[in-house]
Structure formats: structure tokens, C-alpha cells
């Protein structure tokens, strides 16, 4: 293991992103803003930025020897200790930009690993982890890295870290097959327990990282998932009943948040545990209403919800952080969504009637007169049903109750009909 960068000072960086003729410098602007709070939720401060305009990526160096060059020069005048690129680079990228810059070298996806190796904490996550990071450094291990072994440390060598530069490929893929069986097993597992839970109704929140999932699913479990205002502060999927009042027993399911540029390696990765997300009876979009670039985060979260195979029908958009000035206006939200604030409460009321509407869709309202003998069905009815009034009577009892559309035939013998 890599010693933890927060034992020592903040390491210094320089961010570097490339503006291609396809795209616009301020967006390019507001993606370094999102790499530098990457870049410090892993513990480093961001001491300049680079951008190069190009009309496509240089194959050696991604931004061309001559811009390296000046990176060199400004990483020595600001004393920085490594060089973050917005992109992915290949292995050979990497290489030659260190050897010209004489800094260490990594890009998005290291850096978002590095994130992910401090966060994780079950044994699902550290799963995951560890084999998304051995995917990304599989192709990256050469002699020209070992270097990095006398750096103690530091972003981008955390975890299965520099030790990893000496293992044997074959020793490394032979890992790499065994987390995959590991992984199978723990879907195993899940599809097991999601199978225990058929006569609950779902609700999974997604959303973008930092969007407020975390401190919603608090508001509406009455959870203690750990919350903070930075990016991936959880990357387990989180389970526990509703604390308000519906039509069926409710479970609330908190995941982990999509990025843009998130590495193919870590979606496959993590694809076990955006599968709850996938198979829930409701999903709850959450979005940032108060960031600028709230639009491109909904499209980025409805591009994963549309991979994973989640129909726009069972989904419901929410507007969170009403408490903060908003980047949208009321009149630009669609009419099914809802503004709510997950640190004040506001708006919960709303989309807590949602959630129970959409549970009343799913099945009907009828009058039940189960007998004495039956204390088993009845066991069943309050178990999947809603029941609104219950009357005993001398051979068992009177009931109206809500009933799940897939249950309904479980009772039918026992329905009244209603004269008239």
C-alpha cells in the first residue's frame, strides 16, 4: 500500500485540458472546475491550469512536445508535484509526458481510482476497486514507471499501488479472473436478496456525483448514509425501508453518482451495483437544480439510466438544492418533476405523494371479507397490501385494503361485490 496522501502535505498539481475544435473553451473551463474538485477530494491542491487547443490529440503526447515543454517550466515555477490530464492517455501518452515533464503523470481515470480506493468500504466496493484498477494499470506496467515506487505514495499510486509495478502480468490477470469470480458471487448473493424483497416496492436514487442522493435517501429512510459535500463520498448501494407511510412496504436504495468521462472499467465494474438501479420499481433522478451545468448532468445520468436498461416511465425527475440560488427556473422543469431541498426538507411532502401515487397506479382498491380460517391470507394481505379499514365481525373479517396488481389474484376469492 501506498502511503495516504492526507499523512503528509497536499500534494501540488497542475491540471492540463486539451480544447478540441468540436468543443467550446468554456466548457473545457467547467470540466477543470470538475477535475479540480476531483483533483482535492483526493487530497490535492490545484496550483495552475493548462489548456492547449489542437484540432485533434497528438498520438505521442496528447498535447503536442512543445506545450509538454512548458508544463515542464511551469510544474518547477510552482513547485508542483504531479501533472492531471481532463483525458485518458495511453500508457505510451503517460510515458513520454514523463519523461519530458519529470513529474508524475495521470489522468481522469487514475485520479477518479484514486477517489474510489478511499472510499470504498465493503467488501463489494473494495471488489470492485481493486479490479477496475488492475484493468487500468495492466497495460501501464513497464520498467519507464518504477520511479514511482521511490514517491511514497501520493495520487495515483494508492492502494493496489507502486508495489503493483513489479508483479508478473500473468500474475496480475490471474487476479484480475479471480475478482471477476468474486464479483460473480456477489451478485449472486444480491439477485438472492433482491428476490427476498419481491413483495417490497423499490425506489433507487441516481443521479450525478454530489448531486444530494446520500442526503435524500437520509431524509427519506431516516438513514444515516454518510453525506458531504464532495465528489463520491459513497460508492456502495445502500438498502433500508422508507420511513413515511405508503400503499406497499417501501425500500429506498441509495447508489453510486455517474461523472462524465466515467472509464468504460469502472462502469463494468460497478455494473453489479447499478443493477439495483436498474431492476427498481421506481427511480428518482436526483439533479443538482443549483449547478450551472445542471442540463449536462441530466443528460449524462438519462444516457446511464438508458445503458442499464431503465424505462423513462419509472423514472421521476428531482430538482434538489432549492435552498441554494438555482440554475433553473420553474417554467424549464418538466411537468412531472419536483423541486425539493434535502437539507431543509422542502418539497419532500410532494415527492413523497409521488412515490405513493405511483404505488397506487400499480394496483386497486377493493372490499375483502377473509374468514377466521384463513389467519394465514390475512398474514399475507398485511404484508403486501395497504389496508384502509378493517372491521372484525363474528366469522372473521371486513376490509378495504389497496392491493398490488400482481396480488390481487392471491385474494380474489375472498373479494365483495359491491350491489348496485
Not at 436498474?278 to 449547478?291: E, G, K, N, Q
Request: hydrophobic content about 40%; proline content about 3%; some cysteine.
Amino acid at each position: 500500500m501506498g502511503q495516504s496522501i492526507s499523512a503528509a502535505r497536499p500534494q501540488k498539481a497542475i491540471l492540463v485540458a486539451l480544447v478540441l475544435r468540436s468543443a467550446s473553451r468554456s466548457s473545457t473551463i467547467e470540466h477543470l472546475d470538475e477535475l479540480e474538485r476531483l483533483a482535492a477530494t483526493a487530497g490535492a491542491e490545484c496550483v495552475g491550469r493548462v489548456m492547449q487547443d489542437r484540432p485533434s490529440p497528438d498520438p505521442a503526447t496528447w498535447i503536442g512536445k512543445g506545450k509538454a515543454e512548458e508544463i515542464k517550466a511551469l510544474a518547477v515555477e510552482r513547485e508542483a508535484d504531479l501533472v492531471i490530464f481532463d483525458d485518458d492517455l495511453t500508457a505510451a501518452q503517460a510515458r513520454n509526458l514523463e519523461k519530458i515533464i519529470e513529474k508524475q503523470v495521470i489522468d481522469r481515470s487514475g485520479l477518479i481510482l484514486d477517489i474510489f480506493v478511499r472510499h470504498a468500504r465493503s467488501r463489494e466496493a473494495r471488489t470492485q476497486v481493486e479490479l477496475a484498477q488492475l484493468n487500468y494499470m495492466l497495460p501501464r506496467l513497464t520498467r519507464a514507471w518504477t520511479h514511482l515506487e521511490r514517491q511514497a505514495g501520493g495520487i495515483g499510486t494508492r492502494g493496489v499501488g507502486e508495489t503493483q509495478l513489479e508483479i508478473d502480468r500473468r500474475l496480475i490477470r490471474n487476479r484480475i479472473a479471480k475478482l471477476k469470480l468474486e464479483l460473480q458471487h456477489i451478485e449472486k448473493t444480491r439477485v438472492t436478496q433482491r428476490r427476498g424483497r419481491r413483495d417490497a416496492s423499490t425506489v433507487a436514487l441516481v443521479g450525478y456525483t454530489n448531486a444530494g442522493k446520500s442526503t435524500l435517501f437520509n431524509r427519506l429512510a431516516g438513514g444515516t448514509a454518510y453525506a458531504a459535500n464532495q465528489l463520491f463520498a459513497t460508492l456502495d448501494a445502500k438498502l433500508q425501508k422508507a420511513s413515511f407511510d405508503a400503499p406497499r412496504e417501501t425500500v429506498m436504495i441509495d447508489t453510486v453518482g455517474f461523472i462524465r468521462k466515467l472509464p468504460h472499467h469502472l462502469v463494468a465494474s460497478f455494473r453489479s451495483t447499478m443493477e439495483e438501479a436498474a431492476s427498481a420499481d421506481l427511480v428518482l433522478h436526483v439533479i443538482d437544480a443549483s449547478h450551472a451545468a445542471f442540463e449536462e448532468q441530466r443528460t449524462i445520468g438519462n444516457e446511464v439510466l438508458g445503458d442499464l436498461g431503465v424505462e423513462p416511465a419509472r423514472v421521476i425527475e428531482v430538482y434538489n438544492k432549492s435552498d441554494l440560488p438555482l440554475g433553473v427556473e420553474d417554467g424549464d422543469l418538466p411537468l412531472s418533476a419536483i423541486r425539493v431541498s434535502a437539507l431543509t426538507g422542502e418539497g419532500l411532502e410532494r415527492l413523497i405523494e409521488a412515490i405513493c401515487e405511483r404505488q397506487f397506479a400499480g394496483g386497486r382498491l377493493v372490499r375483502l371479507d377473509i374468514p377466521s380460517s384463513e389467519g394465514k391470507l390475512l398474514a399475507r394481505l398485511h404484508e403486501v397490501a395497504r389496508i384502509h379499514r378493517q372491521t372484525p365481525h363474528d366469522g372473521g373479517v371486513d376490509l378495504i385494503a389497496w392491493i398490488p396488481e400482481e396480488q390481487a389474484h392471491v385474494f380474489k376469492a375472498f373479494e365483495v361485490v359491491e350491489a348496485g
